[in-house]
């Protein structure tokens, strides 16, 4: 990598660490708010989800800013609202100012992803390397935004606990006003032009007729595929992990009775995603993003079946099982993210990324809803089955790319994706 694509990288990383180690944080003080505040687990788990719909409904808006004032300016908004917000959940005395702080915190990380990822793809030249790391530094976040919390919160009052969680992101943001670097340098020069214009309302619109009228509008719903895959199986099977024979079986030394092994296989899975976004960041400077969907899609949903017979076998079949199924659910990303690069023009890039994270975050989130019924309702294996029609669905669509379908669907639409020459 070249000094501009390090500089980018480093802004980059620190932005999509810091985005999900405030998300997974919040969880942990659920339980501590559920104990000093007299209200109930549904009304809580409302002002919770105040908090997580904005993360995913803002991300079309966030992409439009980002095409308008700037990728930049538009990430170092974003971490100092985010640890602003925090500071709101740290001087919260009542259920409203935590709903406040939660809102305002989800506002502000819905402009991260449609921004962060369209400057990696107009201002890197290294392009996969550095989606590679950003997958990285998010799954970094991810695993150290809870064990931070929950170490704290055994010493500290809630109170300070977030606000000490605060701290890195007015320090990231701190680095990033200082950051150098060209955030158009592997594109045009007229593309820095363009995005400096004001987006109207008909131009927004006349620009999101001419994505969808392209591949892009296959990319979205593999996007949205992924998305329901995704949300699915990670809000579900931390608590499908716990209810497990193998788990109950297993007896802990004593002085460790109170550790729960299937929180520790979760977290596990999430640290093995570290290196399936590397690996997968690298492939698709090799592979075609469509062929890359294909494969790897047909192997979550081999995977998501293959938890219905080892959910009756030993820890250690349960461990070995989770720990590939990390790593695929974790190198996918970078596939999808580069297909929106290479699937749309520069100049509508951040628009691109906000439909991209509205499908992943906001439709993908309806997997939760869906799941959650059929786990009720029905059965564990009817819930990976539907799992694995999510993963099969997705590669159905990618193939459909990798054919060069969508260029007999759009042939009189803009200009033919190059990808899979």
Known sequence: MDENDRSIAGFTMAGHALVHWFETSIPIFLVVWLAEFDVS?????????????????????????????GTKRLILACLAGMSLAFLVLALASSIYAIALGLVLWGIAASVYHPAGLSLISTGVEDRGTVFAWHGIAGNVGIALGPFVAATLLIA????????????????????????????????????????????????LVSNSRALFASAFAIVFVVVTFEGLYYRGMLTYLPEILHGLP????????????????????????????????????????????????????????ILALAFVPVTSMSLGAIVALCGVFGFFLFAIQPFYQNAVAVYTPPDTRGLSYGYTYLGEFGLGAASIAIAGFVLEDFSLAAFFVLIAGFALAGALLSATLAAGLHRFLWAEHGPEAKADD
């Open 41 to 69: 687990v549904a009304l809580f788990g409302l002002v919770v989800a105040l908090g997580y719909a904005p993360f995913g409904l803002g991300a079309l808006p966030g992409g439009v800013l980002a095409d308008r004032y």
């Open 156 to 203: 500290l009052e809630w109170q300070f606990v977030a606000a000490i969680l605060a701290v890195p992101g007015f320090l990231a943001c701190l680095y990033g006003v200082s950051a150098q670097f060209d955030p158009t340098g592997a594109v045009d020069d007229e593309v820095d032009a363009a995005s400096s214009k004001a987006l109207s309302p008909s131009e």
């Open 246 to 301: 193998a788990m109950g079986d297993l007896a802990l030394p004593a002085g460790l009775e109170g550790i729960e092994p299937a929180d520790y296989i979760y977290v596990g899975l999430l640290v093995v995603g570290m290196a399936g976004q590397y690996v997968g960041g690298k492939l698709t400077d090799r592979v075609a993003p469509a062929r890359g969907l294909v494969g790897l899609f047909a192997v979550l949903a």
